[in-house]
Nanobody, 121 residues
Framework: QVQLVESGGGLVQAGGSLRLSCAAS????????MGWYRQAPGKQRGLVAR???????NYADSVKGRFTISRDNANNTVYLQMNSLKPEDTAVYYC???????????????WGQGTQVTVSS
């Protein structure tokens, strides 16, 4: 019953900016962490940024200083502000949440459908 809905992807020129949003909805008891992962063609999916319930953040080295993750706890929403975009940032970006639903008492991982980010040179 839990769903993650992403928005904000698109086509942008190198040096530009995009802001991704991900809203979690459904029977949610608590959220342990939310984050963003990306997968480029021919490459494995990797962590971009994440934020845990206490507010601690973690970033991939390749995006530090350019990307910022934030959250709106009241609306179960996480954001990824992406600045100074590079062609190598081109990938499908996936939202992830580790949460406890109102159905089962243990945490599990949920994924969004993915949103395409394309950076032209």
């Amino acid at each position: 019953q839990v769903q993650l809905v992403e928005s904000g992807g698109g086509l942008v020129q190198a040096g530009g900016s995009l802001r991704l949003s991900c809203a979690a909805s459904g029977s949610i008891f608590s959220i342990n962490a939310m984050g963003w992962y990306r997968q480029a063609p021919g490459k494995q999916r990797g962590l971009v940024a994440r934020i845990i319930s206490g507010g601690t953040t973690n970033y991939a080295d390749s995006v530090k200083g350019r990307f910022t993750i934030s959250r709106d706890n009241a609306n179960n929403t996480v954001y990824l502000q992406m600045n100074s975009l590079k062609p190598e940032d081109t990938a499908v970006y996936y939202c992830n949440a580790v949460l406890i639903s109102g159905v089962v008492p243990n945490p599990r991982s949920y994924w969004g459908q993915g949103t395409q980010v394309t950076v032209s040179s």
